[in-house]
Each structure stands twice: as C-alpha cells, then as structure tokens.
C-alpha cells in the first residue's frame, strides 16, 4: 500500500469511528429524572410514565404521553398536555 492510499485509509477510518462514538453517545442519551403523570382530560383519566434531562422535560412527556390515550386530534392534545397533572410521582431522581 502505498503512503498515500494509507493516508486516505487512516482518514477514512478516523471518520468512521468518530460517527460511530457520536451515534452511540447520542443513543445512549442519560436521563437522570423519570416520572408518572396522571391527567384528567373531559372525565377520562390516564398516566405516562417518561424520562427526561431535567423535570420539566420528563413532566411534560409524560404528560404528552398520558394524553396520547385519552384525547384525538392536535388540538385535543395540546390541550390536554398543558392540563394539571392529577398525580405526579416521581420514580428515579
């Protein structure tokens, strides 16, 4: 192999494993708060337990994810997720 082809090699290699760390990093994202939220959306009650970097974002998917079984459509849903959560109960801090 000559010096230039193994230039291109050691480059070619160094940029796939530099994605790969990326990808791996980014798939093994860290959630340090997971909570279960139950909601009362028009008499129907439902919980969704989700995790987030921090409460706010854990809250309000979990949110998003109780609401997805007891309202249809987007607009029920947007109203829906910024109801009161009845419950809150926080499972990992």
Same mark, same amino acid.
């Not at 129907?44 to 459509?73: D, H, M, P, V, Y």
């Given at each position: 192999?000559?010096? &230039?082809?193994?230039?291109?090699?050691?480059?070619?290699?160094?940029?796939?494993? *530099?994605? $790969?760390?990326? $990808?791996? !990093?980014? =798939? $093994?994202? !860290?959630?340090?708060?997971?909570?279960? =939220?139950?909601?009362? !959306?028009?008499? /129907? /009650?439902?919980?969704?337990? @989700? *995790?987030? @970097?921090?409460?706010?974002? &854990? $809250?309000?998917? @979990?949110?998003?994810?109780?609401?997805? =079984?007891? @309202? =249809?459509?987007?607009?029920?849903?947007?109203?829906?997720? /910024?109801?009161?959560?009845?419950?809150?109960?926080?499972?990992?801090?």
């Amino acid at each position: 192999m000559t010096k &230039a082809r193994f230039g291109v090699f050691a480059v070619g290699t160094l940029f796939v494993a *530099a994605v $790969l760390t990326v $990808l791996v !990093y980014t =798939s $093994l994202d !860290y959630h340090q708060f997971e909570v279960e =939220s139950c909601i009362i !959306y028009k008499g /129907r /009650r439902a919980c969704g337990t @989700a *995790a987030g @970097a921090n409460r706010e974002e &854990a $809250l309000r998917a @979990a949110a998003n994810n109780a609401c997805s =079984s007891i @309202a =249809s459509g987007m607009t029920e849903n947007i109203a829906c997720s /910024r109801t009161e959560p009845d419950t809150i109960r926080w499972i990992g801090e």
